[in-house]
């Protein structure tokens, strides 16, 4: 009578953990893709040629000379608010997947504790019954 109570539950709390594992890999893929886009150098094409720009994290403006108007171009290929907002973008899911997984994984484990705790208790009765004297 209960296996198929905790088989559904079951199946419910693999289901909360799958959706949590989807959520971090959402989460993850936006991590990496902000850090390529920080990390990276890149080019911007211009009217007639192509001007190869610094990524935003290594960027010193002592450094490197870029004339006025590529300057200008590499930063506003890869404006920081942008970028900012990708990280922010990709902080929901990551808090999402992890509670997800972390109460999917805990109903796991509550599920087998409790049925485990029953079961005990139905081979105590049925010894209880062996150990008691028929009439």
């Known amino acids: 009578m209960q296996w198929p109570a ?6 419910w709390a693999g289901r909360q953990q799958s959706w949590g ?8 893929a936006l991590f990496l893709w902000l850090g390529y886009l920080l990390l990276i150098p890149y080019s911007v094409h211009d ?4 001007i190869a720009c610094e990524a935003p ?5 002592e450094s490197t000379s870029y004339s006025q108007g590529a300057g200008k171009l590499c930063s506003m290929e890869r404006d920081w608010p942008e970028l900012l907002g990708l990280g922010f973008l990709a902080v929901p899911p990551a808090v999402a997947g992890a509670a997800l ?5 805990a109903r796991k484990r509550a599920s ?24």
């Open 101 to 105: 997984f972390t109460s999917g994984s």
């Open 47 to 50: 009217y007639h040629d192509e």
């Open 21 to 28: 594992v989807g959520l971090m890999a959402v989460s993850a």
């Open 112 to 135: 087998a504790h409790v049925f485990r705790i029953l079961e005990m208790q139905e081979s105590e009765e049925r010894a209880q019954q062996k150990a008691r004297p028929q009439p």
């Open 6 to 11: 905790r088989q559904e539950f079951d199946r």
């Open 57 to 61: 994290v290594f960027y010193d403006s």
